[in-house]
């Protein structure tokens, strides 16, 4: 009897070994889960929205490595970034810190804000004007925010938001995208902190491809904050169903 209960409590801790290990090659090969803390990506991404990330789409530094742990240098199997991606990347100057962005420049582009419009190698990003985003309040009033739909040079189009006319980065000098780098900006232009700011000022700078973790790719889960973890009877209600199984673009 004492054989077969060491027996089985082997069999039950190398079962669980297996799983921690398998749960930590897919994490670092496949899929990494990140949640959206911030408002810099709506209305695309909402505070409370949980998505997978795919490590394998630009292959893999050392950032793509359980505690960025520094074995190697550079990327291995790496992959380009297509224009237009929502990326999460550590953020340069703190890479204990995971940004989510979407790349704007390539390696080689000239970028420069306008009036709040994106402007690519001399070029301006077409953008029209759509119904405004309606914003509820937590004390039960609304606020109308203005939306943009913008199309990149390679077709990819999505939602911005424009909460200040004039902003601070509206209107910025022209960033040349050093080799081995993106620009990356978010889709709530007057509320993120992005490549348009140096890292010295708190802002993010040119992403290095090093930095890159992986691609966005569905959000698995979302909630509205308005439940409590100890407030059960409420998490239903606080459930985003329209969000869930969505893809990011």
Request: net charge neutral.
């Amino acid at each position: 009897m004492k054989k077969a209960g060491r027996s089985s409590f082997v069999e039950t801790v190398l079962t669980v070994v297996y799983a921690v290990l398998i749960a930590i090659v897919i994490r670092t090969v496949a899929f990494e889960p990140f949640n959206i803390p911030s408002g810099s990506m709506r209305p695309t991404l909402e505070i409370g929205d949980y998505l997978f990330v795919s490590k394998y789409s630009y292959g893999y530094s050392r950032y793509s490595l359980p505690l960025g742990l520094d074995l190697f240098e550079g990327r291995v199997l790496e992959q380009p970034v297509t224009r237009g991606d929502v990326v999460v990347f550590r953020k340069p100057g703190d890479t204990n810190i995971d940004y989510i962005k979407r790349i704007v420049g390539l390696p080689g582009d000239r970028i420069r804000m306008a009036d709040g419009v994106l402007i690519i190698n001399d070029v301006p990003v077409p953008r029209v004007r759509i119904e405004d985003y309606i914003d509820n309040m937590p004390n039960g009033g609304v606020r109308r925010i203005e939306q943009y739909r913008e199309t990149l040079p390679n077709g990819v189009t999505y939602i911005t938001f424009n909460e200040i006319t004039g902003g601070s980065a509206d209107n910025t000098g022209t960033y040349e995208v050093p080799p081995g780098h993106y620009f990356a900006m978010g889709d709530n232009r007057d509320d993120s902190s992005d490549s348009r700011i140096k890292p010295e000022y708190g802002g993010v700078g040119f992403v290095p491809a090093e930095n890159l973790v992986g691609h966005a790719q569905i959000i698995f889960f979302s909630t509205d904050g308005s439940a409590g973890l100890f407030e059960p009877w409420k998490w239903f209600g606080a459930i985003r169903y329209g969000r869930l199984l969505q893809g990011v673009r």
